[in-house]
Structure formats: structure tokens, C-alpha cells
């Protein structure tokens, strides 16, 4: 396993460690089913990745497994830190954002308002906002059938230290979001395919934030998250792993662009949000780079007949 693959396994497996011993600290439940057919699958996975990576050699088949494994499992221990942190109940940060976004002069029932008078555009953005997961598939097939092995773990580490660095720093500035901090009407609401969308997020955080819900939803597992926006980090992510990719990253650039305009009516967010999530994705990227965990050795890279990084 090379860097920095390496050190987001190491994270993904301390998240899994602090989660096993704060659930039944907290009082919570994890529903057994659901949590026996995932490691079933990452079984499945992991046992396909070891046979291509040892048994019968195939780099493309490994790195597609190991992707797989990591995207699940990372995910997974990660909500479950997400909905531990938020039933710390502490201080909601909203007025202080909010107080925020109107220093930079965003107004975020205006920019509602303008979306109601724009069905099209509404739909639009919400149809941009809702591929995050597409490219995610698109970034792992794509630089893996290429053979840019390298910039596939980069991706993945990037994946993994924006997403866990979102999820800290929404531990110790929590918020619902814009629309119930504002008490967002219906008539207010833009013409997306759930009108309240929006909302989604916020009956889990109060029951967390009260005690009401101890048992974690594992099939129902949601971003709960407002400040920072993942959606903003990853689109900068996804948009960098495709560079060398040239065909691809232009449509996917004007597919982002439009993710990050409707982000905060589509996920709930204030500007700070959408301004924080793409420094801590720009910030990642330079250390990423700063430190060569990007490129293949030249000798490896053409022993596997992969392009040179």
C-alpha cells in the first residue's frame, strides 16, 4: 500500500476505533442487520482485492476494490463519528454565520427568492447538485481504467481528510442551517423535486441534539452537516483529480460551477459554509502536492505502463 493511501487507511481505522468505544459510551445503538451485510460487502471487496493484488496480478481490479472498501467503510465510521459529535449538543453557531453572510453582503432568502422565480434554473441546480456521487464514480473508474494509480489514492486521500476535517470542525461549530434559522416558508421555496429538501436534515439533528434518537439509522445515514460544506470540498477535489483527464474535467467544471451556486438552497447552506468547505479542500490539495504524494516513480509508473505523473 503506498502513500498516502496509507495514511487514510490509518484514519479511517482510528475513526472506526473511536466510534466502537463512544456508541456504547454515549448510549447508542447500531442496528445489527445492516451492519453485518456491510461488512459482508467490504468482506467481498477486500478478499477481490487481495486476489488481484497477489494471487493474479491486475493493478486496474485492485485499485477499483481498494476504492470501493475504502469509499464504504470510510463513509460509513464517518457519518457514525458525524451523529456521535452532533449529540454533544453544544452551542449552535447560525447567528454567528448567518451575521457572517450578511457582512459579505450574500442574502440567502434573496437568493431563494430569485430561484421560486425560476423554476428551470431551480431544477438545474439541484440536477448539478445531486451528482456528487456520479463523479465520485467517475473519478475513481476513470483514473483507474487510465492507470493514473497514484492520483486515484491522492483522490482518495483527499476524499478522506477534507471529509474528516468538515466533520471536526462541524463538531465545534454546529448548525442547523439556513432555511430553519430563518424559518423558510413554502411559498419561499424553490421548484426542486422535494421542495424541502432543504429541511431533510434538521428532525435527525434535533432528536441527536436532545437524546431523542439513540438508535443510529444506519440505512438512513444523512449529510448533516451545514458549516463547512462537504459539497463545495468535493467539487474542488473532483475537479483536480480529473485535471490530467482533459475531455472529462471541462464538463465536469461547468457541472461543479453549477453545484456550488445551488448549494445553499440544496443543502441547506450559509456562504461561510461554501467558502470554508473550498479552503479546506484547497488547502489539502497544496500540502498533497507540496509533499510529491501525487506522482508515480517514473520507473513504476512505466514497469505498469501507466502514463508518467
Known sequence: MRLPMRWAWILAIAI????????????????????????????????????YLRLRPDAIIAALAEAAAFLIFFTLVLEIFCYLSLALDRPLYDAVFAAADRALGFDFQAHLAYLVRR??????????????????????????????????????????????????????FPTLGPYPYYAIPDNLLPAFT?????????????????????????????????????????????????????????????????LILGAPSNGDHYLCDLLAGAL????????????????????????QGAPAE
Open 119 to 172: 423554476p428551470r434554473l431551480a431544477r438545474l441546480l439541484e440536477l448539478c447538485y445531486d451528482t456528487s456521487m456520479l463523479q465520485i464514480a467517475i473519478v475513481v473508474v476513470g483514473l483507474a481504467m487510465t492507470r493514473r494509480l497514484a492520483r486515484l489514492r491522492a483522490f482518495l486521500a483527499l476524499f478522506a481528510f477534507t471529509a474528516a476535517a468538515v466533520i471536526g470542525i462541524a463538531a465545534i
Open 194 to 258: 422535494d421542495p424541502r429538501a432543504g429541511w431533510d436534515s434538521v428532525p435527525q439533528v434535533l432528536a441527536l441534539r436532545s437524546g431523542a434518537m439513540r438508535l443510529l439509522p444506519l440505512t438512513d445515514l444523512r449529510g448533516l452537516v451545514a458549516f463547512p460544506s462537504f459539497h463545495t470540498a468535493l467539487a474542488f477535489i473532483t475537479v483536480w483529480a480529473l485535471l490530467p483527464m482533459r475531455r472529462i474535467v471541462v464538463p465536469l467544471l461547468a457541472v461543479n460551477a453549477a
Open 16 to 51: 472506526a476505533v473511536a466510534d466502537c468505544i463512544w456508541v456504547p459510551a454515549a448510549g447508542f445503538r447500531v442496528p445489527a442487520m445492516p451492519l453485518v451485510r456491510i461488512a459482508a460487502i467490504l468482506g467481498a471487496l477486500g478478499i477481490l482485492w487481495w486476489v
Open 280 to 303: 479546506i479542500a484547497l488547502v489539502a490539495i497544496a500540502v498533497l502536492t507540496r509533499r510529491g504524494l501525487v506522482g508515480e516513480p517514473r520507473a513504476v509508473a512505466s514497469a
